[in-house]
């Protein structure tokens, strides 16, 4: 987890698309809709760094877009990162996209 909070940020946005890019198997598709808080905490045991900072931002960016902010806040998304894992880590049924609504809305 250590991985995750020191990572994500500083390089993880940044390398997500070559990593992504760079693996001879495509990844398999997430759907949101579906995705839990425990598969997420799972993913972040398991995953790059850039990998889970792909799906920070991604996250991000959709709630920004459904909330109309266009502005990307590399300081908020950070601490959603961390808040993310923490309200995770309580609440492993919560459907993911649930909590980082409720995580954002914190911010």
């Known amino acids: 987890m250590k991985k995750f909070v020191g990572l994500v940020m500083l390089c993880g ?22 995705a839990t808080c425990r598969g997420f905490l799972k993913v972040t045991e398991t995953a790059s760094a850039a990998d889970v900072g792909g799906l920070v931002m991604w996250m991000s960016g959709y709630l920004g877009g459904a909330s109309g902010d266009p502005v990307l806040s590399w300081s908020n998304m950070n601490s959603f990162a961390k808040e993310l894992v923490i309200h995770c880590k309580s609440h492993g049924s919560d459907a993911l996209l649930d909590a980082a609504r409720k995580v954002n809305l914190k911010r």
């Open 13 to 34: 946005v940044f390398l997500s698309a070559p990593a992504f890019a760079a693996k001879s198997a495509q990844p398999e598709d997430i759907n949101f809709e579906k």
